[in-house]
């Protein structure tokens, strides 16, 4: 095969990953299905978390590289059966970023990024066929997300449609409340439910704060364990 000549172009990563998958190509790249390759896909969006929260653009470059490669090599493997190609995510991805931005794209004006954010959801239930309902609005949210990451999406859907606290004081008042019922809970089953209350109540403090829930957590943890421990108190 003769390389690309420009190597930063999109099409060459799909030439490549391509010839990859030819019967002489690469048995590892070959062998790959689409089911094959979710966990190392899982790693490399852990890994490009990572490199956000060190703040290292250059490895946030090379982390994102490897995603797009999953991403492309997904596409791939769904263009030999059939399925769809990468220039159908593409257009896909285009469409729905005209449609959701009516604002910048149309005539539709707006006052601030509540509205925007409550008029991309609104969009994007339509665009499922979906009637505007709790119960719909929560269906599209992954259910294999982190439970942590599940709980906040959650938190945040409903609270666009105005299921939320009136004020911080009164999560505070809940999550005194799920602690006493933590404490006063017996068996085993009721200390698992009420531990989970008390999650739940404690994203919702840091959704409503604005604290990022899993950086704010893995930085304890990262603390907890740093041989100087000094500097994390």
């Known amino acids: ?12 990563l799909r030439e490549i990953i391509a010839r990859l998958r030819t019967p002489d190509g690469c048995p590892w790249d070959r062998a790959q299905t689409h089911a094959s390759l979710r966990e190392t896909f899982l790693q490399e969006c852990y890994e490009v978390l990572e490199s ?4 290292d ?12 490669l999953h991403i492309v090599l997904q596409a791939q493997i769904a263009t030999e059966a ?16 005209i449609h959701r931005h009516p604002h910048v794209f149309g005539a539709k004006q707006v006052k601030n990024v509540e509205e925007i954010v409550h008029n991309w959801q609104t969009l994007k239930q339509e665009e499922k066929g979906q009637k ?4 719909s609005l929560l269906a599209s949210v992954p259910k294999n997300l982190p439970a942590l990451s599940y709980s906040l999406e959650i938190q945040h859907r409903v609270a666009q449609v105005g299921f939320d606290w009136e004020n911080d004081q ?7 409340e799920e602690v006493g019922e933590f404490q006063r809970a017996t068996t085993e089953k009721e200390k ?9 109540t404690l994203a919702n403090i840091a959704r409503r704060q604005g604290i990022e829930l899993e950086v704010a957590l893995r930085e304890a943890s990262l603390c907890y364990y740093s041989e100087e421990t000094s500097a994390c108190t």
């Open 1 to 12: 095969m003769t390389l690309p000549d420009d190597l930063s172009k999109f099409e060459a």
């Open 52 to 55: 956000l929260d060190e703040g």
């Open 57 to 68: 653009a250059k490895k946030l470059r090379e982390e994102l590289g490897d995603l797009l």
């Open 82 to 97: 059939g399925e769809f190609k990468i220039d159908d995510v593409i257009k896909n991805i285009n469409e729905k970023l």
């Open 132 to 135: 505007g309902t709790n119960d």
């Open 170 to 176: 009164g999560v505070i008042d809940k999550l005194a």
């Open 192 to 200: 698992a439910q009420e531990f989970g209350d008390l999650l739940f």
